[in-house]
């Protein structure tokens, strides 16, 4: 299942599309991309909503390595959007959710949010369609 959250631009809605995602019994785990353009958003408040063991974050753009760090994480990160799915893409697995919520703004790769969705909806279909 992908979802595209890509107009989530703040600390409180990412939050609350990786709750909404918990609430989905049938899944197995959710990848949550986060990332983009960084607009001095208090990172470190997304700890615990990604402590489930179910929840695994992946960080890409401007901002990847300045959230690892304020999340105290040792994640590997990707410069781009097209860059982490492509790296995804073969460790995906039936009962996943892919959830693009950012939480940056898409100006470090897009002109706007609706053109990051439209990538990330067109990436989905040209890979798995």
Known sequence: LFINDSKATTI?????????CIQEKSYKRVL???????KKLPWSELKSSLQS????????GESAQLIVSALNRTDKTASTLNTL???????LESGDII?????????DEFNNFEE????????????FN
Not at 12 to 20: G, H, L, Y
Not at 53 to 60: A, D, E, N, R, S
Not at 116 to 123: A, K, L, P, T
């Open 12 to 20: 409180n809605s990412v939050q609350t599309a990786i709750e909404s």
């Open 99 to 107: 959830l693009l919520s950012p939480g940056g703004t898409s100006y």
């Open 85 to 91: 799915l492509d790296q995804l893409k073969p460790t």
């Open 116 to 127: 990051r969705g439209d990538f990330f909806r067109s990436w989905v279909l040209a890979n």
């Open 53 to 60: 063991g179910k929840i695994k974050p992946y960080f890409f």
């Open 32 to 38: 949550v991309l986060i990332g983009g353009k960084d």
